[in-house]
């Protein structure tokens, strides 16, 4: 197994300057649009602030304080209520108390920042602790800012004017990525053959991700790569991209130039630094044969030799024009005597069917 050495390069990406054209597609540009249309009505409401204190003085004196700059405002006295209302509220700000009443702030604090779900949400620790090794734990827990009792409201003002501002920025990447994904998957719509492809790749690559052990940021990755893998197919005239594998010589180089086109629409995205080897070398093979960089061995990142196994099975397992479903069993063998032959990587195929073996045995 290499894959302790794959984990170090995981980060790794190679920077390619190739620039395609992108012909438009009228009939989808809706889809982008609803999303553009969602992100400014949520523009426009009042920021919602949550302030997390067990001292009932100090949260009416921040609610009224706030409130004056017509934010929204919700409050807890404690963790586990300020938790379940991050997840159903989803406000803009947390002010957290440091010290509280069993689960303290720091922890807190940490399990928002390590959800993907509630990470991008600033997180403002308020402690009337002035020692340095406090600040280095709440930085440690990934606060976002400090405020320091007694609270001077032009401070509290500028630092929330500040991060709210710094959320309005990661919402619209957010929101760049939602316009990705709806076109995404408008894109998998043109063929009703595949289903729900990408929903099924991303949910197959998490799995395996956890189960041969990748980070955070890789799984997330991978689920990012399920539903962007074929984004440049947004390139690929119909009468091609339906035809499966009876494409002549011409037709395939069109059909080639996906991989790329989606890792250039992708890649003004920085968070997308490591979906980008997954949109651009999941069709390489592990004996070089596959496009569009002829990738070979450990060479091919191993994100994308990661999707590209339960991409390979989901084709398989899956009914198109051009060719019938298959078997689990049949995908197993086929797969493993392709891994065999050196079409995939012999490590990552046996790997995926052992999880769902293990994950059927659980079941």
């Known amino acids: 197994m290499h894959y302790k050495d794959d984990l170090r390069k995981v980060h790794e990406l190679t920077d390619t300057t190739l620039e395609l054209p992108l012909p438009s597609h009228p009939s989808?540009?809706?889809i982008p649009e609803r999303a553009k249309e969602e992100y400014e009505r949520h523009k426009q409401r009042a920021p919602k602030i949550l302030i997390v204190d067990d001292k009932l003085e100090t949260l009416l004196l921040l609610r009224e304080l706030l409130s004056t700059r017509k934010y929204e405002i919700i409050t807890a006295t404690e963790a586990e209520e300020a938790k379940k209302l991050v997840h159903e509220q989803r406000p803009e700000l947390v002010l957290l108390d440091v010290v509280m009443p069993g689960k303290s702030g720091y922890e807190l604090c940490r399990e928002l920042k390590e959800d993907p779900i509630t990470r991008l949400i600033p997180v403002?620790?308020?402690?009337?602790?002035?020692?340095?090794?406090?600040r280095v734990r709440g930085i440690e827990a990934g606060a976002d800012d400090f405020l320091s009792k007694p609270l001077y409201p032009?401070?509290?003002?500028?630092?929330v004017k500040s991060l709210l501002k710094l959320k309005e920025f990661t919402d619209e990447l957010e929101n760049a990525e939602a316009v990705l994904v709806a076109l995404a998957l408008g894109i998998e719509s043109r063929d009703p053959y595949?289903?729900?492809h990408c929903e099924r790749l991303a949910h197959y690559a998490v799995e395996l991700g956890h189960y041969i052990g990748l980070d955070g940021d890789s799984i997330i990755a991978l689920k990012r790569g399920g539903y962007l893998h074929d984004l440049g197919k947004v390139s690929i005239p119909d009468d091609i991209l339906k035809k499966g594998t009876r494409l002549t010589a011409a037709e395939w180089e069109i059909m080639k130039q996906h991989p790329a086109i989606g890792e250039t629409i992708c890649?003004?995205?920085?968070?997308f630094r490591n979906v980008l080897p997954i949109i651009r070398h999941h069709h390489e093979h592990w004996d070089g044969s596959g496009y569009p960089d002829q990738l070979s061995g450990y060479s091919i990142p191993l994100l994308a030799r990661t999707l590209q196994v339960v991409d390979v099975y989901d084709a398989l397992r899956t009914a198109r024009p051009y060719k019938p479903a298959i078997t689990h069993e049949e995908a197993e063998r086929t797969m493993m005597d392709e891994a065999n032959k050196g079409l995939w990587d012999p490590n990552l195929v046996p790997a995926f069917f052992a999880m769902l073996k293990h994950k059927e045995q659980a079941a």
Request: no cysteine.
């Open 154 to 159: 032009e401070e509290l003002f500028a630092r």
């Open 267 to 271: 890649r003004p995205l920085k968070s």
């Open 194 to 196: 595949t289903g729900n």
């Open 28 to 30: 989808m540009a809706s």
């Open 124 to 134: 403002v620790m308020i402690t009337g602790l002035s020692d340095r090794d406090d």
